[in-house]
């Protein structure tokens, strides 16, 4: 019998390098992926394309730093097929009640318009969905949470998968050994996501962006 979720078991397994999902919303039972390729998200390499540019220059949004997390876990799984579970979402309210888990929510016009969940575990962060219901809001969401690790002092940003979207922000695959010397060096990290107050300034993130690449 495959033992509860719970928030320690959870902070164990992404220390170990795996991440639980579950084959569908209504499943009680999660399952623990440890692929073979690893996708992560370069802090220093995110890229941001001529129309993101534009769009973060005309602003008209708000970013935010764990305002609506549960907002944003709710946004994340509201869609046809979802592996976020009624158990794997108690379990990441639990983990943000207790300061390990964090969103990133970008807002237009007032109402939350999309964002990106994950864990923080020394200078690891470990991204588990995100959503968009408007137009770039999850670039706009990864651009904030990328600018704001990196200025935290965080060296990895995991992303489980690589896909289309991801690599054409500069997100790539690295095989498992690669992954886990990364993870390990990560983990010995004194770093925490709230060690910097978090610039909502789209104009300051873009600069800071442009001075990296």
Not at 60 to 80: H, I, K, P, Q, T
Not at 169 to 188: D, Q, V, W
Request: glycine share 8%; net charge neutral; charged share 20%.
């Amino acid at each position: 019998m495959a033992p509860r979720l719970t928030p320690a078991l959870l902070l164990q397994a992404y220390a170990a390098g795996i991440f639980p999902m579950a084959e569908h919303r209504d499943d009680p039972d999660v399952f623990w992926v440890d692929p073979q390729y690893r996708g992560i998200l370069p802090l220093d390499g995110f890229h941001i394309s001529r129309s993101l540019a534009r769009r973060m220059r005309r602003g008209a949004y708000e970013a935010s730093l764990n305002d609506d997390f549960e907002g944003v876990l709710r946004g994340c799984a509201d869609r046809e097929d979802t592996w976020i579970s009624g158990p794997i979402h108690a379990t990441y309210m639990a983990l943000h009640r207790a300061g390990h888990a964090h969103s990133l929510e970008i807002r237009q016009d007032g109402a939350l318009a999309g964002g990106v969940y994950g864990v923080a575990l020394g200078g690891a962060f470990f991204g588990e969905s995100m959503f968009s219901r408007r137009t770039d809001a999850s670039k706009l969401a990864l651009a904030h949470l990328t600018d704001h690790l990196s200025r935290c002092g965080f060296t990895l940003f995991d992303t489980q998968f690589i896909t289309p979207h991801l690599a054409r922000l500069g997100g790539y695959n690295i095989p498992r050994n690669s992954y886990r010397r990364y993870l390990h060096e990560a983990l010995g990290l004194a770093v925490d996501i709230i060690d910097v107050p978090f610039d909502p300034d789209p104009a300051q993130v873009l600069q800071r962006k442009t001075q990296m690449s």
